[in-house]
């Protein structure tokens, strides 16, 4: 465990980060398996991406946001093998923009909800211009325009359209 749960300090609005080494030999079918093995853990894989970038291949960065979880408790994965990586690696998942922009959307919330409000306007900021969108878009124009240009991500933006509406208590409820 990583990150603000490893270190006691998480709050209503935490996400999960995550570290898993794995043996170099099983590494790319760990890979390859990732949403198996998330599931069973008996909840539903919504949306799984990879960063774009997976170099060294000795590591994979993942997001996996999980279909019955509250938005904010996306895990990222920090796949590390525990040698050199011999097996062909599968590739990246395509990077949809439109799905980070969502992920930028909630982390803008989470951002206002801790009182760091420049850090929400810049997470904003580059979502909306990624896609498009005028930099001073908030996070339902961003839901909007993802839902209308991407509709296999509809039902996140609504989820994301009902987060930027959503009053709050202090513990995140």
Same mark, same amino acid.
Request: glycine letters at 8%; hydrophobic letters at 45%.
């Given at each position: 465990?990583?990150?603000?749960?490893? #270190? !006691?300090?998480?709050?209503?609005?935490?996400?999960?980060?995550?570290?898993?080494?794995?043996?170099?030999?099983? $590494?790319?079918?760990?890979?390859? !398996?990732? #949403?198996?093995? =998330?599931?069973?853990?008996?909840?539903?894989?919504? *949306?799984?991406?990879? @960063?774009? &970038?997976?170099?060294?291949?000795?590591?994979? =960065?993942? $997001?996996?946001?999980?279909?019955?979880?509250? *938005? $904010?408790?996306?895990? &990222? =994965?920090?796949?590390?093998? &525990?040698?050199?990586?011999?097996?062909?690696?599968?590739?990246?998942?395509?990077?949809?923009?439109?799905?980070?922009?969502?992920?930028?959307?909630?982390?803008?919330?989470?951002?206002? +909800?801790?009182? +760091?409000?420049?850090?929400? +306007?810049?997470?904003?900021?580059?979502?909306?211009? #990624?896609?498009?969108?005028?930099?001073?878009?908030?996070?339902?124009?961003?839901?909007?325009?993802?839902?209308?240009?991407?509709?296999? =991500?509809?039902?996140?933006?609504?989820?994301?359209?009902?987060?930027?509406?959503?009053?709050? @208590?202090? &513990?995140?409820?």
């Amino acid at each position: 465990m990583l990150g603000s749960l490893a #270190r !006691g300090e998480a709050d209503g609005w935490s996400d999960i980060d995550l570290r898993w080494t794995v043996p170099a030999a099983r $590494f790319a079918a760990a890979v390859r !398996g990732l #949403r198996a093995t =998330l599931e069973s853990a008996g909840h539903p894989v919504a *949306l799984l991406r990879t @960063d774009p &970038d997976p170099t060294p291949p000795e590591r994979r =960065l993942l $997001f996996a946001r999980f279909a019955d979880l509250p *938005l $904010f408790w996306r895990l &990222d =994965l920090e796949m590390t093998a &525990d040698g050199p990586v011999r097996d062909s690696l599968p590739p990246a998942d395509p990077w949809s923009p439109h799905a980070s922009a969502l992920a930028n959307a909630v982390g803008a919330v989470k951002a206002v +909800r801790r009182g +760091r409000t420049g850090t929400a +306007r810049g997470l904003l900021e580059r979502g909306a211009e #990624r896609i498009g969108l005028p930099k001073d878009a908030g996070g339902a124009a961003i839901a909007a325009e993802v839902a209308r240009a991407a509709p296999a =991500l509809a039902d996140y933006a609504a989820e994301v359209t009902a987060l930027t509406l959503h009053r709050w @208590d202090a &513990d995140g409820s």
